[in-house]
C-alpha cells in the first residue's frame, strides 16, 4: 500500500513493462523505505536530544561517556544485516538479467536477435535480414498506410523531443541486444525495462529483456560520451506480434546495388572469414580465391564440380553435401541466412578483391 503510494509520486519511477521491472523496483523500493526509516529515526532522535540535552547553564559539564558496547553491536549489526538483505535482494534480480533461461523459459523457444550500434551521436538498429534503421532514414519503410501508427508522425513528433533512433520490438517475445560501439563508450539503457549495459568498441555486449506493456518508451545513452550526448535518445515502440510481423514485411526493401557487395563483404567479416581466407591460404575451410567461377574443383569422393551460382549456394545451406578435397573432416556449421543476405554473400565471392559496382578510377 505504502509503496503504491510513494510510486504514484510523479515521476518518480518510469512505467514497469519489462518483466525485470518488478524485481527492480522492489529492490529500489525496499532501499528507499530502509533510507525514509533511518532518516526519520535518526534525525528525529537528534533533534529530540538536541532539544533534550541543550546546555541549561554556562557552567554545566558534558559527562564524559566513552562508549557503550550494547549500542555499538547493535548499530553495527543490524546495518550489516540490512546491507547484506540489500546485495542478495539485488543480486538475485541482476542474475535473472543476465541469464537467458530467465528470459527464454527452461525450454528455451524462440527470440529475436536484434544488433545495436552505438556511435557518436545516435544508436544504429539492425533488424534479422540486416536492414539497419539508422538516425538519417529512420522508418523509411514501404506499405506506410498499412499500419496502426503513424510511421510519419512518430519522426516529426521524434524529432521535437531530439529523437534521433527508432526500434520497434514484439510484446512478450525475449530479445536479445547484441551491442558494440562505433567510437568511445555508451551505455544503452531502457528505463520502463529496467535495463542497461555499456557499450564499448570491439566488444560484443549481450543483454536481454521481454517486454510486456505495448506502448511507446524511450532509450538513452547513460554514459557521458560526448557533446551531444543528449541527443542519443531513441523512442522504443512495443506491438503486439502481428504488428510487429507486418512492420518487418515493411522493412523488408533490399539495399541499393550500390550497397550490397559491401554488406556482403561485411556478412563475410562477421560469418565467414575465421574459417575461410581471400589469399589462397587455407583456414579451417578452404580459400575463397579464385574459387568463383573454377573448373574440375575437386571433391574429396573424387568427383570435380564447375563452381556457380548453385554450388555456392548449396555449400552455404547444405555444407556437408559436397566436400572441396583437403577438408573432408572438417565441419562446416550451417548457416543461419536468408536469401537477402545469400545474394550479397554470392556478390562478394564472386569478387572478393573488389566492388564490381565502383567505377574503375580514371587515373
Ligand atoms: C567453422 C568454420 C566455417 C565457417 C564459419 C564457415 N565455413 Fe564455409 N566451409 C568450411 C569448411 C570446413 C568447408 C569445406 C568442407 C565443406 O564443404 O563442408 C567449407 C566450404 C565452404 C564453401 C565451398 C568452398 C569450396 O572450395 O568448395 C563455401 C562456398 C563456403 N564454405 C561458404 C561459407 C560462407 C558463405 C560462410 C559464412 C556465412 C562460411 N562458409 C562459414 C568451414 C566454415
Ligand atoms: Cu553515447
Given at each position: 500500500?505504502?509503496?503504491?503510494?510513494?510510486?504514484?509520486?510523479?515521476?518518480?519511477?518510469?512505467?514497469?513493462?519489462?518483466?525485470?521491472?518488478?524485481?527492480?523496483?522492489?529492490?529500489?523500493?525496499?532501499?528507499t523505505?530502509?533510507?525514509?526509516?533511518?532518516?526519520?529515526?535518526?534525525v528525529?532522535?537528534?533533534?529530540?536530544?538536541?532539544?533534550?540535552?541543550k546546555r541549561?547553564?554556562?557552567?554545566?559539564?558534558?559527562?564524559?561517556?566513552?562508549?557503550?558496547l550494547?549500542?555499538?553491536?547493535?548499530?553495527?549489526?543490524?546495518?550489516?544485516?540490512?546491507?547484506?538483505?540489500?546485495?542478495?535482494?539485488?543480486?538475485?534480480?541482476?542474475?535473472?538479467?543476465?541469464?537467458?533461461?530467465?528470459?527464454?523459459?527452461?525450454?528455451?523457444?524462440?527470440?529475436?536477435d536484434?544488433?545495436?550500434?552505438?556511435?557518436?551521436?545516435?544508436?544504429?538498429?539492425?533488424?534479422?535480414?540486416g536492414?539497419?534503421?539508422?538516425?538519417?532514414?529512420?522508418?523509411?519503410?514501404?506499405?506506410?498506410?498499412?499500419?496502426?501508427?503513424?510511421?510519419?508522425?512518430?519522426?516529426?513528433?521524434?524529432?521535437e523531443?531530439?529523437?534521433?533512433?527508432?526500434?520497434?520490438?514484439?510484446?512478450?517475445?525475449?530479445?536479445?541486444?547484441?551491442m558494440?560501439?562505433?567510437?568511445?563508450?555508451?551505455?544503452?539503457?531502457?528505463?520502463?525495462?529496467?535495463?542497461?549495459?555499456?557499450?564499448?568498441?570491439?566488444?560484443?555486449?549481450?543483454?536481454?529483456?521481454?517486454?510486456?506493456?505495448?506502448?511507446?518508451?524511450i532509450?538513452?545513452?547513460?554514459?557521458?560520451?560526448?557533446?551531444?550526448?543528449?541527443?542519443?535518445?531513441?523512442?522504443?515502440?512495443?506491438?503486439?506480434?502481428?504488428?510487429?510481423?507486418?512492420?518487418?514485411?515493411?522493412?523488408?526493401?533490399?539495399?541499393?546495388?550500390?550497397?550490397?557487395?559491401?554488406?556482403?563483404?561485411?556478412?563475410?567479416?562477421?560469418?565467414?572469414?575465421?574459417?575461410?581466407?581471400?589469399?589462397?591460404?587455407?583456414?579451417?575451410?578452404?580459400?575463397?580465391?579464385?574459387?568463383?567461377?573454377?573448373?574440375?574443383?575437386k571433391?574429396?569422393?573424387?568427383?570435380t564440380?564447375?563452381?556457380?551460382d548453385?554450388y555456392?549456394?548449396?555449400?552455404?545451406?547444405?555444407?556437408?553435401?559436397k566436400?572441396?578435397?583437403?577438408?573432408?573432416?572438417?565441419?562446416?556449421?550451417?548457416?543461419?541466412?536468408?536469401?537477402?543476405?545469400?545474394?550479397?554473400?554470392?556478390q562478394?565471392?564472386?569478387?572478393?578483391?573488389?566492388?564490381?559496382?565502383?567505377?574503375?578510377?580514371?587515373?
Amino acid at each position: 500500500m505504502l509503496n503504491n503510494t510513494l510510486a504514484m509520486l510523479p515521476e518518480l519511477l518510469p512505467p514497469e513493462a519489462s518483466t525485470f521491472a518488478k524485481d527492480t523496483d522492489s529492490t529500489f523500493m525496499f532501499i528507499t523505505w530502509v533510507c525514509i526509516f533511518f532518516f526519520v529515526l535518526i534525525v528525529g532522535l537528534m533533534t529530540y536530544f538536541v532539544v533534550k540535552y541543550k546546555r541549561k547553564s554556562e557552567d554545566e559539564v558534558t559527562p564524559n561517556i566513552s562508549h557503550n558496547l550494547f549500542l555499538e553491536i547493535i548499530w553495527s549489526v543490524v546495518p550489516i544485516i540490512l546491507v547484506l538483505f540489500m546485495f542478495y535482494w539485488g543480486y538475485v534480480a541482476y542474475a535473472k538479467m543476465m541469464d537467458p533461461v530467465a528470459v527464454l523459459g527452461e525450454d528455451g523457444g524462440e527470440h529475436i536477435d536484434l544488433y545495436v550500434n552505438g556511435k557518436q551521436w545516435s544508436w544504429d538498429i539492425t533488424y534479422p535480414g540486416g536492414f539497419t534503421i539508422n538516425s538519417k532514414d529512420s522508418l523509411k519503410m514501404k506499405n506506410e498506410e498499412e499500419f496502426t501508427w503513424s510511421p510519419k508522425e512518430l519522426i516529426s513528433e521524434g524529432k521535437e523531443n531530439n529523437i534521433t533512433s527508432y526500434m520497434t520490438v514484439p510484446v512478450n517475445v525475449p530479445v536479445r541486444l547484441s551491442m558494440t560501439s562505433n567510437d568511445v563508450i555508451h551505455s544503452f539503457a531502457v528505463p520502463a525495462f529496467r535495463i542497461k549495459k555499456d557499450v564499448i568498441l570491439n566488444r560484443n555486449a549481450i543483454i536481454w529483456f521481454k517486454a510486456t506493456k505495448p506502448g511507446l518508451y524511450i532509450y538513452t545513452c547513460n554514459e557521458m560520451c560526448g557533446i551531444d550526448h543528449g541527443h542519443m535518445i531513441g523512442y522504443l515502440r512495443v506491438v503486439e506480434q502481428d504488428e510487429y510481423d507486418k512492420f518487418m514485411k515493411a522493412l523488408d526493401v533490399p539495399l541499393p546495388p550500390e550497397k550490397q557487395w559491401a554488406a556482403g563483404k561485411k556478412l563475410y567479416l562477421n560469418s565467414c572469414s575465421a574459417c575461410h581466407s581471400l589469399d589462397g591460404s587455407p583456414r579451417v575451410g578452404p580459400s575463397w580465391k579464385g574459387l568463383y567461377g573454377k573448373k574440375g574443383h575437386k571433391m574429396v569422393d573424387g568427383s570435380t564440380v564447375d563452381v556457380d551460382d548453385d554450388y555456392i549456394r548449396e555449400s552455404i545451406l547444405n555444407p556437408n553435401a559436397k566436400k572441396a578435397e583437403g577438408f573432408g573432416a572438417a565441419v562446416m556449421p550451417i548457416q543461419k541466412l536468408n536469401e537477402k543476405q545469400l545474394s550479397y554473400l554470392m556478390q562478394f565471392i564472386k569478387s572478393p578483391d573488389k566492388d564490381p559496382n565502383t567505377k574503375p578510377e580514371n587515373k
